[in-house]
């Protein structure tokens, strides 16, 4: 009897980002809608992402995978009218939401360019002070591609600073979903490497990806970042508008399919729930390195 060896299609790189480019150019507006939300639940990691980029009056910042730019606002607001923040992202509805946010709320300092996150060598070198990036080089299919170009654009001394999920243990409101969607779906164990929420986050992954990229002064920091809602019916909406990554998993699955999916999902993510509401478990890493 013969057997045949079976293995996982190989990752997609340029698959992945055409994928990805869409589902923000479609979730566009609910995840500006849901920016205020964002910044209270993401705001003590974003702050200490600035404070280790070391981010003040006048300094020159680039914000990378910027998304719709309640981030980058903050990174404007530090710099003041004697710095500058450029954000970048792939999805130009993302962007176009960012600059509207920034002229009404009068910054002038604050321009939008549409740029994918390992192509930043297309930037003047030595550009920049800092290169921030929340919640984004997790998802970039080649990150030492993308730190590479951070390292690029930034003067000798400049700062990179990034915000990543930790492990799956430490982040339960998202790995729950994730860990539903592929037993569903019937998806194999993403490979070492591959993009995704948590391929930074395991002890000193994140360390030392900075490391090889050429960073010193590295530091990484644990931020506790609970997702506070009123309900796991509200936490699935916010995942079901806003998380691309899980709409990427469930492509193989039926219409029918996915609503059973999701509804699988709230069931489970009500053990969350109690007097104060849907309180979902959720640790941030702040990683930073200079040049």
């Not at 430490?170 to 979903?177: D, E, L, M, Y």
């Not at 569903?184 to 002890?203: H, K, M, T």
Request: aromatic share 8%; charged share 25%; with cysteine.
């Amino acid at each position: 009897m013969s057997t045949v060896a079976t293995t996982a299609p190989a990752f997609d790189a340029a698959a992945f980002k055409t994928t990805t480019r869409a589902q923000w150019q479609a979730a566009a507006e609910a995840w500006h809608r849901w920016g205020p939300f964002l910044g209270r639940w993401l705001g003590e990691a974003t702050e200490t992402m600035f404070d280790l980029a070391r981010i003040g009056p006048g300094s020159r910042v680039l914000d990378v995978a910027a998304g719709a730019g309640e981030q980058s606002i903050g990174a404007a607001r530090r710099a003041g009218p004697g710095g500058r923040v450029m954000a970048t992202d792939i999805a130009p509805a993302l962007l176009e939401r960012a600059a509207a946010d920034a002229r009404a709320a009068g910054l002038s300092n604050l321009e939008t360019r549409e740029l994918d996150g390992e192509a930043l060598d297309a930037l003047p070198a030595a550009g920049f002070d800092a290169v921030i990036s929340r919640v984004g080089l997790i998802y970039f299919p080649d990150q030492q591609r993308a730190l590479a170009g951070m390292r690029h654009v930034l003067r000798p001394g400049g700062r990179v600073s990034a915000v990543v999920y930790s492990t799956p243990e430490r982040n339960a409101f998202f790995s729950i979903p994730v860990k539903i969607i592929r037993e569903r779906a019937r998806l194999p164990a993403p490979l070492p490497g591959q993009p995704g929420p948590f391929s930074l986050g395991g002890e000193g992954v994140l360390e030392a990806a900075f490391s090889r990229a050429g960073l010193r002064e590295i530091e990484v920091r644990r931020v506790p970042s609970p997702v506070r809602l009123a309900s796991a019916a509200e936490c699935v909406r916010f995942e079901r508008e806003s998380f691309g990554a899980l709409h990427q998993m469930m492509v193989g699955l039926d219409e029918d399919e996915r609503a059973r999916t999701w509804e699988a999902i709230e069931e489970a993510l009500r053990a969350f729930e109690g007097p104060e509401g849907f309180v979902g478990p959720c640790e941030m890493l702040v990683g930073a390195g200079t040049v």
